[in-house]
Nanobody, 119 residues
Framework: QVQLVESGGGLVQAGGSLRLSCAAS????????MGWFRQAPGKEREFVAA????????YNADSEKGRFTISRDNSKKTVYLQMNSLKPEETAVYYC????????????WGQGTQVTVSS
């Protein structure tokens, strides 16, 4: 099991930027693909971005393409989400999640970090 701790959330004006971090406790971090998800009040959790175990391939939700960038540093056991040109509708709790390579589901989740975008 992987312990995940997100940080970097906060209040930002529309059009601003934030960088989220997610630190993992495991020594086998490179065995995991990582993802970012978010959940707004009253809405279902939705996919934001994902990255393969070595960072070679990334995936973004269509609405975030060109504005959000996921990256990872396996030496620091950390995954990042750089968010630019933020919109008020992207206000949500952002979660990182870990999926062991060859698994189809994310098995471990962080506690989330609040991102609030003011208009």
């Amino acid at each position: 099991q992987v312990q995940l701790v997100e940080s970097g959330g906060g209040l930002v004006q529309a059009g601003g930027s934030l960088r989220l971090s997610c630190a993992a406790s495991t020594d086998t971090f490179s065995n995991y693909a990582m993802g970012w998800f978010r959940q707004a009040p009253g809405k279902e959790r939705e996919f934001v971005a994902a990255i393969t175990w070595n960072g070679g391939t990334t995936y973004n939700a269509d609405s975030e393409k060109g504005r959000f960038t996921i990256s990872r540093d396996n030496s620091k056991k950390t995954v990042y989400l750089q968010m630019n040109s933020l919109k008020p509708e992207e206000t949500a709790v952002y979660y990182c999640a870990a999926r062991i390579v060859l698994s189809r589901e994310y098995s471990d989740w962080g506690q989330g970090t609040q991102v609030t975008v003011s208009s």
